[in-house]
């Protein structure tokens, strides 16, 4: 019989375990749970034992194998005792997997989850492969290790998928799978190719600190909730999109090593404090973008798509999840804090964008139809007298400044709670150095704009 022992362990697991094997040096042995009338675990039962045990299981019965580890024909035995002989597949009620071991290739294929899979800590030491596979209930694999290929193709989790701590050695493999319930693969170590193309994620989506060596393909997924990668590190060059998202692209305090193209069609995109430290384009639809004190020190160009984003098929990008938006436009909610010497914004709406704290703004580069706030309507009534306004562009703070101050002329837009406060000391040096930009882009009008700003705030 081959080594059935994993490596040794000081603890002893929470449950009544097996303890086959236990030496002077490993005092647990085997971690195995007692199959129910029995002191031993499923992988150390005797033969005859074993047998009736098997003989016993009809598909969907509720299963506890914490800790057991299984050889090749082990779990087959078991998948083959409750396979349903309506589908011709495994059919679980409650399977409890914690800490097992699965020393080749872990075939649930199309298999069905009717409770809760529980699969916590658990080894996969050949290729685990739950591509179709239904879990009605949670699917929990955190902290589980998954040393071969990790297929979920096509996989549908109605409830919680959890895959917190987990570790793909190989490639991790959730083409086209369906979570209905959140997906939470925070602090996941993915060592080689991950892939969530045409994924759909109806709850929310965390991927907090999760770290990707290796490529990540998130092509045509979809988002109904937030998409969280809040310091996730992404050590490769990587290609996340063209996705969709209808609530908000969190990416701050994440990490891009290499060169990095991001797609979305979504809400909000959150990049506070985001690091890049290659080149990066992002292609953007709908979304609002907080870029506060984000840090670039190669070219970054921020673009937004007139058209949906076409697929490599040809194919266009669904975009259902945003319908009720009022339109594809890309809004720059904030630049504070960033260093702009390398900032490339293209047909982009800088209405509302907030500017003071951003250095080098004098060599950021304006491309295409890239629009500003305006003054008020020509004619307003102050409080004694009409007023009139030289339309010209203007920037929000500047809008925000003015509604601050006593007996305020109607139409001045009123800034929005945590923007703070800045004054004429603060806006004069942004509309200078937003005027060399624009004479450096060769876009007289605009200049003479930010040049009436200028005399207007000093």
């Not at 490993?26 to 039962?45: E, I, K, R, Y």
């Not at 190669?298 to 937004?304: E, G, K, N, R």
Request: hydrophobic share 40%; aromatic share 12%; glycine share 12%.
């Amino acid at each position: 019989m081959p080594n059935l022992s994993p490596e040794p362990s000081p603890t002893p697991p929470a449950w009544s375990h097996c303890g086959h094997g236990a030496t002077p040096v490993d005092p647990v042995g085997c971690s195995g749970v007692h199959v129910p009338g029995h002191t031993s675990c499923l992988a150390h039962l005797d033969d005859t034992d074993r047998d009736a045990y098997l003989a016993g299981l009809t598909p969907g019965a509720d299963i506890d194998l914490r800790g057991t580890t299984f050889t090749q024909p082990l779990l087959d035995a078991l998948l083959d005792a409750l396979r349903d002989p309506a589908t011709g597949h495994p059919h679980f009620g409650g399977a409890g997997f914690g800490s097992a071991t699965f020393q080749r290739d872990a075939g649930f294929w199309s298999a069905t989850f009717q409770g809760r899979a529980l699969f916590g800590s658990a080894t996969f030491q050949g290729d685990a492969e739950f591509g179709s596979a239904t879990f009605q209930g949670s699917a929990l694999f955190g902290s589980a290790t998954f040393q071969g290929s990790a297929d979920f193709e096509s996989a549908t989790f109605d409830g919680d998928a959890g895959f917190r701590s987990a570790t793909f050695q190989s490639s991790a493999g959730f083409r086209s799978a369906t979570f209905q319930g959140g997906a939470g693969f925070w602090s996941a170590t993915f060592q080689d190719y991950a892939d969530f193309g045409w994924a759909t994620f109806e709850g929310g989506a965390g991927f907090w600190s999760a770290t990707f060596q290796g490529y990540a393909d998130f092509k045509s997924a979809t988002f109904q909730r937030d998409a969280r990668f809040e310091q996730a590190v992404f050590e490769q060059s990587v290609s996340l999109g063209p996705l969709v998202c209808a609530g908000r692209v969190k990416l701050s305090g994440a990490v891009f090593g290499g060169p990095a193209t991001l797609s979305f069609a979504a809400r909000r995109l959150e990049c506070r404090r985001t690091r890049w430290s290659s080149t990066a384009e992002l292609r953007l639809r709908y979304a609002t973008v907080d870029f506060a004190h984000a840090v670039f020190e190669y070219p970054l160009t921020i673009v937004a798509e007139a058209a949906p984003f076409v697929l490599p098929n040809g194919r266009p990008v669904a975009e259902q999840a945003l319908t009720d938006s009022p339109d594809a436009t890309v809004r720059i909610g904030s630049l504070r804090g960033v260093d702009a010497a390398h900032l490339v914004l293209a047909d982009v709406d800088l209405s509302g964008c907030l500017f003071t704290g951003t250095v080098h703004l004098d060599q950021l580069r304006l491309e295409g139809n890239c629009s500003f706030d305006a003054v008020p309507s020509r004619t307003h009534w102050g409080r004694w007298r009409l007023v009139r306004f030289t339309q010209r562009r203007t920037l929000a703070e500047e809008h925000h400044w003015r509604a601050s101050r006593p007996a305020a002329v109607r139409g001045w837009n009123v800034a929005v709670l945590g923007t703070g406060r800045v004054g004429p000391l603060q806006l004069a040096p942004v509309y200078r150095a937003l005027r060399k930009a624009f004479e450096d882009g060769k876009h007289e009008p605009g200049a003479a704009d930010f040049y009436y700003g200028e005399m207007g705030a000093a």
